[in-house]
């Protein structure tokens, strides 16, 4: 027999009452926006001197909020395992005490009309005196010393002397990098390279000039012989790596970046091979991956590394592109090894013939492996080339070089060399340094830094000259942060 069910009464006018709610809705509903903060009277980067007051007040509104407005201001603290600070209020206001680095800061606004929170982030720069400026190398009497210039181009010499009255730069300087701080642009460290002295590399704060460490401090087992830095580099991790008595080393990377051994060489990169003096140092992107073009002294060839977290030696492990020379078997020694762009180079070479060649190439070692040669041909102006010549390129190759009192402009492509325009005084020219843009030209002399315009259109027409510089000018490093 067929069972039959009755649904109850009230049940079915419920359902009803349902079905015709559902028909009659034609979602024509009325939406209210949430209104987006208005901010005014706040930037994207405060920078304030240690010690200093700080007060960043913005104007803030919500346009049709009924509710009164919240704020929280949180400056986190560059060391990850600390929690940095936060502050309540329309304003932040504080002595800055905190470090010379960037902090991250959020300003959080909060509507208590419908608890809705909103997020602003900026960066507070701390700084120092040391913060913006050039730091020059130079030679005076034999003593390498520092000193540094301040955004205004007054000269505050001798400073490295001045905090560390016992401690002694290297002897005959060579170089001195500015190191940044890993991951952020700001500088930590210069590091000061020469080729003489018990110590040949000293690590300084950037922010205090006082000494940090030696060279040899920076290997976990320091080789037992004088460490003499031929080429040395700094890469965005905040490391310094190069060639050390005909070895290449690299920092290592691969720890945390706050640990007490990130940066430091481990046993350089292992193979049979001595660099010549000269390396190029091709760092792609932000994070890499990067790798070095060297020539091997003994086997008389072009010889390739790779950053693969540590540093690796590959030889000539490379293809071959043309027949004009063979690189793995070049028969001449290195005079200089000019990098252009990535790995576009130009070689000046000797042989046998003692013919100073140039050589132009393109070392293609991020992969596909490749190394081909543009062309090898006599340098048209050897007699311009002597022992202390030295050499820069600017990104749109072109090379400036050298000679006692004079520079030159050479143009590859139609072998045109110009002289420009400043014989500085008759005074031997001790540096030269390209702009990173390009345009400008520094040139150091006994005693005075010279910026000159080589933008398109110009031969080294003075923009400005700095005086009071202590002694002859070997290399500078320019901060801006």
Same mark, same amino acid.
């Given at each position: 027999?067929?069972?039959?069910?009755?649904?109850?009464?009230?049940?079915?006018?419920?359902?009803?009452?349902?079905?015709?709610?559902?028909?009659?809705?034609?979602?024509?509903?009325?939406?209210?926006?949430?209104?987006?903060?208005?901010?005014?009277?706040?930037?994207?980067?405060?920078?304030?001197?240690?010690?200093?007051?700080?007060?960043?007040?913005?104007?803030?509104?919500?346009?049709?909020?009924?509710?009164?407005?919240?704020?929280?201001w949180n400056i986190s603290d560059?060391?990850?395992?600390?929690?940095?600070?936060?502050?309540?209020?329309?304003?932040?206001?504080?002595?800055?005490?905190?470090?010379?680095?960037?902090?991250?800061?959020?300003?959080?606004?909060?509507?208590?009309?419908?608890?809705?929170?909103?997020?602003?982030?900026?960066?507070?720069?701390?700084?120092?005196?040391?913060?913006?400026?050039?730091?020059?190398?130079?030679?005076?009497?034999?003593?390498?010393?520092?000193?540094?210039?301040?955004?205004?181009?007054?000269?505050?010499?001798?400073?490295?002397?001045?905090?560390?009255?016992?401690?002694?730069?290297p002897l005959n300087p060579t170089?001195?990098?500015?190191?940044?701080?890993?991951?952020?642009?700001?500088?930590?460290?210069?590091?000061?390279?020469?080729?003489?002295?018990?110590?040949?590399?000293?690590?300084?704060?950037?922010?205090?000039?006082?000494?940090?460490?030696?060279?040899?401090?920076?290997?976990?087992?320091?080789?037992?012989?004088?460490?003499?830095?031929?080429?040395?580099?700094?890469?965005?991790?905040?490391?310094?790596?190069?060639?050390?008595?005909?070895?290449?080393?690299?920092?290592?990377?691969?720890?945390?970046?706050?640990?007490?051994?990130?940066?430091?060489?481990?046993?350089?990169?292992?193979?049979?091979?001595?660099?010549?003096?000269?390396?190029?140092?091709?760092?792609?992107?932000?994070?890499?991956?990067?790798?070095?073009?060297?020539?091997?002294?003994?086997?008389?060839?072009? +010889?390739?590394?790779? #950053? !693969?977290?540590?540093?690796?030696?590959? *030889?000539?492990?490379? =293809?071959?592109?043309?027949? %004009?020379?063979?690189?793995?078997?070049?028969?001449m020694d290195i005079q200089h090894?000019?990098?252009?762009?990535?790995?576009?180079?130009?070689?000046?070479?000797?042989?046998?013939?003692?013919?100073?060649?140039?050589?132009?190439?393109?070392?293609?070692?991020?992969?596909?492996?490749?190394?081909?040669?543009?062309?090898?041909?006599?340098?048209?102006?050897?007699?311009?080339?002597?022992?202390?010549?030295?050499?820069?390129?600017?990104?749109?190759?072109?090379?400036?070089?050298?000679?006692?009192?004079?520079?030159?402009?050479?143009?590859?492509?139609?072998?045109?060399?110009?002289?420009?325009?400043?014989?500085?005084?008759?005074?031997?020219?001790?540096?030269?340094?390209?702009?990173?843009?390009?345009?400008?030209?520094?040139?150091? +002399?006994?005693?005075? #830094? !010279?910026?000159?315009?080589?933008?398109? *259109?110009?031969?080294? =027409?003075?923009?400005?000259? %700095?005086?009071?510089?202590?002694?002859?000018?070997?290399?500078?490093?320019?901060?801006?942060?």
């Amino acid at each position: 027999m067929t069972q039959k069910y009755i649904l109850p009464s009230f049940l079915l006018f419920f359902t009803l009452v349902m079905v015709s709610a559902c028909y009659k809705d034609k979602g024509n509903y009325v939406y209210h926006p949430i209104g987006q903060p208005v901010i005014t009277n706040l930037d994207t980067v405060y920078n304030v001197f240690v010690g200093d007051s700080l007060v960043i007040a913005p104007n803030i509104s919500i346009p049709g909020s009924t509710g009164k407005l919240g704020f929280l201001w949180n400056i986190s603290d560059p060391d990850s395992t600390l929690t940095g600070l936060n502050y309540a209020g329309p304003s932040l206001r504080m002595i800055f005490g905190l470090g010379p680095e960037r902090y991250s800061t959020r300003l959080t606004i909060i509507d208590s009309s419908n608890m809705m929170e909103y997020f602003q982030d900026f960066i507070i720069s701390g700084q120092t005196a040391f913060s913006m400026g050039t730091t020059v190398l130079t030679l005076e009497n034999g003593i390498t010393q520092l000193s540094f210039i301040k955004p205004n181009d007054s000269v505050q010499p001798r400073i490295f002397q001045a905090v560390n009255p016992s401690q002694a730069l290297p002897l005959n300087p060579t170089q001195i990098l500015a190191v940044p701080q890993a991951y952020q642009p700001n500088i930590l460290t210069y590091w000061v390279f020469g080729m003489g002295g018990p110590h040949t590399g000293v690590q300084i704060d950037a922010n205090t000039f006082q000494k940090k460490e030696n060279l040899a401090d920076n290997f976990f087992n320091a080789p037992d012989t004088a460490l003499i830095p031929y080429n040395m580099f700094v890469d965005p991790l905040g490391v310094i790596s190069g060639n050390i008595n005909g070895t290449l080393y690299s920092g290592t990377t691969e720890t945390w970046n706050e640990a007490p051994t990130y940066g430091m060489f481990d046993d350089g990169a292992a193979g049979n091979y001595r660099l010549s003096p000269q390396v190029v140092f091709n760092y792609s992107g932000t994070y890499g991956p990067g790798n070095f073009i060297g020539f091997d002294e003994n086997q008389k060839q072009f +010889v390739r590394f790779n #950053l !693969y977290g540590g540093i690796v030696f590959f *030889g000539p492990a490379y =293809t071959v592109l043309d027949t %004009i020379v063979d690189p793995t078997n070049l028969g001449m020694d290195i005079q200089h090894l000019q990098q252009i762009n990535g790995g576009l180079c130009y070689a000046y070479c000797k042989g046998a013939s003692d013919t100073l060649y140039e050589m132009k190439f393109d070392a293609e070692f991020n992969g596909p492996f490749t190394f081909q040669t543009y062309w090898l041909r006599p340098f048209m102006r050897p007699d311009l080339i002597t022992a202390s010549t030295l050499w820069q390129a600017t990104p749109n190759e072109i090379i400036y070089f050298t000679n006692a009192d004079k520079i030159y402009r050479y143009n590859p492509i139609n072998q045109q060399i110009t002289t420009l325009s400043n014989d500085f005084g008759g005074q031997p020219v001790t540096m030269i340094k390209v702009s990173a843009d390009g345009n400008t030209l520094y040139a150091g +002399v006994n005693g005075s #830094l !010279y910026y000159l315009n080589i933008s398109t *259109g110009n031969y080294g =027409t003075i923009i400005k000259r %700095i005086d009071g510089l202590p002694g002859t000018v070997i290399d500078l490093a320019i901060r801006n942060s």
